[in-house]
C-alpha cells in the first residue's frame, strides 16, 4: 500500500512540476498560480486512476486467497499475452 501511495505522490509531483516548466518555456507567459491549479486538476484523476486499480487488485486477492506479490506476478503476466 505504501508503494502506491508513493506512486501517486511521485505523480503529483512530477505533474506540477512539469506544468510549471512548461509555462516558462510558453511564448505568452501564463500566470503561475493558474498553471498550479491546471497541474493539480490534472493529477487528481490520474490519483484516483491509481487507486482504483490497486484497490481492485486487492480485493480480488482478497476473494481468491491470493497475496499481493502474487497478484503483480498475475497482472505482469496477463499484460505481456
Known amino acids: 500500500m ?3 501511495i508513493n506512486l501517486i505522490a511521485f505523480s503529483g509531483i512530477f505533474n506540477v512540476l512539469f506544468f510549471w516548466y512548461a ?3 510558453m511564448r505568452s507567459k501564463p ?3 493558474k498553471t498550479l491549479i491546471v497541474s493539480f486538476v490534472f493529477s487528481i484523476p490520474l490519483s484516483f486512476l491509481l487507486i482504483g486499480v490497486y484497490t481492485t487488485m486487492l480485493i480480488y486477492a482478497a476473494r481468491t486467497g491470493a497475496s499481493e506479490d ?3 506476478e498475475y ?3 496477463e ?3
Open 23 to 25: 509555462s516558462t518555456k
Open 31 to 33: 500566470d503561475p498560480v
Open 79 to 81: 499484460e505481456l499475452q
Open 70 to 72: 502474487a497478484m503483480w
Open 75 to 77: 497482472m505482469e503476466q
Open 2 to 4: 505504501l508503494d502506491i
